[in-house]
């Protein structure tokens, strides 16, 4: 049986403001050192590991709303939201992390070819259409099930992967994973990033490039123009959309970027919207496709000789706002369900927080 996550801290007088993080792992029911544990802030690229005293130290990043996730394989992982007011304790207590190992081996005992239709479902939503483009290492320690008719996928440790397209090595830690009949996907986890230190001359480039194109497609990007007024209405459209029966999505109303409010006392800005709020890249168009009414009203089609409409994303924040920091990123993807472009790019896109774009 899974003991309860919690854990014991002793706070220090050490603001998170510092420019180090100091601590000390222990087991909760024992009081050793915990060793090698891996400390991170999600979705960064910094990180650290705990010494043979269980200690570690940490250089701590600007910003509001920092998350410090400590994994280790026989410990649950344990989560810590950092806030510059706060104070970091100087001891953590871990909880050792009994697995239930009946329902791993049942999950690995899938038949083969039921196994790798599996795998390859998996793989198609969860890296996106560049899948050739990414190696995952460990793949025989992700364990699938259906319900009702919905790809399940859990994993016994954190998932490794090559991303040879934007030069990272990204250690993946998997919370959920559900692949819907109708191939809607949500996923939710936390990420490290390692450079390719190996990259160099036109592959080094090339990988530079992907990375802008990257950034620029991302919801990071678009949210921080909207932070710093600098929308550019030649490349966004921005409404909201009700869902309709057939599960195509209607326009029913535009959003005004000056609606977007600023909590001062956290530093995040808040978007409010009951519905799916959608944003419209003109800059990424999608061939192939009819213009439709139904789909997207008003003048987001083009009506050429070949008709294109651009690439539209859908989020709904199921408890009515979308908050995100001062570079725009999305503080709480777990309270948001995405649809669209955006949920269509997946890990093969996925770049670190503090990714910084080069200066032009």
Not at 28 to 44: C, K, M, Q, R, W
Not at 325 to 341: P, V
Request: hydrophobic share 35%; net charge negative.
């Amino acid at each position: 049986m899974k003991l309860l996550p919690y854990f014991i801290i002793v706070f220090s007088s050490v603001s998170c403001l510092s420019q180090t993080l100091k601590s000390r792992l222990l087991d909760v029911e024992n009081g050793h050192p915990v060793s090698d544990a891996f400390i991170f802030f999600a979705n960064t690229s910094t990180g650290t590991s705990s010494q043979d005293d269980g200690t570690f130290e940490l250089p701590c990043l600007e910003g509001t709303d920092l998350l410090l996730i400590i994994s280790h394989l026989n410990y649950l992982t344990k989560n810590i939201e950092i806030h510059p007011d706060s104070k970091f304790p100087d001891t953590i207590y871990l909880n050792p992390n009994e697995l239930l190992l009946d329902q791993v081996v049942v999950a690995k005992k899938a038949e083969p070819r039921v196994r790798r239709q599996r795998e390859n479902s998996f793989l198609k939503a969860f890296i996106g259409d560049d899948r050739k483009k990414i190696t995952i290492e460990n793949l025989d320690h992700l364990l699938f099930w259906e319900e009702n008719d919905t790809l399940m996928c859990s994993a016994d440790q954190p998932i490794i992967f090559n991303n040879e397209l934007l030069g990272y090595k990204v250690t993946y830690f998997l919370e959920h994973f559900k692949l819907h009949p109708n191939d809607d996907v949500q996923f939710q986890g936390k990420a490290f990033f390692e450079e390719d230190l190996e990259a160099t001359g036109k592959k080094l480039a090339q990988i530079r490039k992907n990375r802008l194109k990257a950034y620029y497609n991302s919801p990071t990007y678009f949210f921080l123009r909207i932070i710093e007024n600098q929308i550019d209405s030649s490349q966004y459209q921005i409404g909201v959309s009700r869902r309709l029966a057939d599960r195509t999505f209607e326009l029913y109303q535009l959003w005004d970027p000056s609606k977007l409010e600023q909590d001062s006392v956290r530093n995040q800005f808040i978007i409010k919207c009951k519905d799916y709020f959608t944003v419209v890249n003109k800059g990424v168009r999608k061939a192939g496709a009819q213009p439709s009414p139904k789909l997207m009203p008003g003048a987001f089609g083009e009506k050429k000789s070949a008709p294109i409409i651009y690439e539209t994303s859908y989020l709904y924040p199921t408890l009515g706002k979308i908050r995100v920091d001062q570079h725009g990123n999305i503080l709480n993807h777990d309270e948001i369900e995405e649809f669209g472009f955006w949920a269509t790019i997946r890990t093969s896109q996925l770049l670190p927080k503090d990714y910084t774009p080069p200066t032009r």
